[in-house]
């Protein structure tokens, strides 16, 4: 065991987070030390060959945390506080480097790339037309891919339901949405909000021949599938586009990032709401995004009765 080393965390860590350049939120410094404690808990309080600092981390010990640990912070835990412990002496440069070469090998586990999330800035701007487009994109293509974000945002729609969606779920006299799913919990219908209706309708009005199996989404005169929606989405890889999302884009972590978003601006209240639009029987995302929203909680009550 690693002698006081609840206060080298506490306090000298901490310390460091507080000195840190760029300033770190109070969430976040919360979530570090939830991590690193995690980490102590599992992988350092049952060692008998860890006895010192300079052996914190052991490269087996980093990959199966990074694996094991549902946390979007993880990652950066792990590298802020190896750069703690070689500031305050408690790690060789050559350690350091060689911890920091294998981490750069380890790509994102499964479970980081579930536990991804855009922030709030980032999901403003899916939304927004502040997307950057080239002169090979077509007006059909801004008009769907923004229609997709917003869908996938708005009504936590995910692929499949993008690709299924017809004229037919889409009620604009009540505005409102078939939600799809087929679920007991799952509201039937889900409110669109003006900006989506106003979208949906301008469209219609410009569709001269729709029946009850027309598709709602078509690009190039075809039915949306996943290739198509792949495409469209790797506008947002663009160089101008990824220097402000900071990763790619997909459905599913608009999903969660949405549902995240809900939970954190009402503490949790809109859990049931959100169930009631997801329902149980498919609610991935929604689980991934309950999750880092209650680790959040989990960290912050701990740091505050600390």
Sequence with gaps: MIPSIENVVQLDFLKYLNQKENQISLRTKQRYLSDINYYIENYINNSNI??????????RDIASFLSYRRSSTARATVVNFMNFLKEYGHLSTLKYIELNDYLRTLKLTKVEKQMKFFSNEELSFLLSDKINYSDKDSEEDKIILHLILMMSYHLIFEQDHLIKLNWSDVDLDKKRINNLRKDRLAYKWISLNDGLWEKLNEMKKNIT?????????????????????NSLLSILKRKQNLSILGGTTDIQKINRSKILQDLNSTNGKE???????????????????????LLSEYSRISSDNS
């Design 50 to 59: 860890i006895d010192g600092l300079d052996k914190f981390f052991v490269p």
């Design 209 to 229: 021949d729709i029946n009850d199996d027309s598709p709602v989404l078509i690009h190039k005169g075809e039915r949306l599938n996943t290739n198509k929606i």
């Design 271 to 293: 859990t049931i709401e959100i169930i009631q639009i997801t329902g149980i029987t498919k609610s991935t995302q929604f689980e991934h995004a309950l999750e880092e929203f």
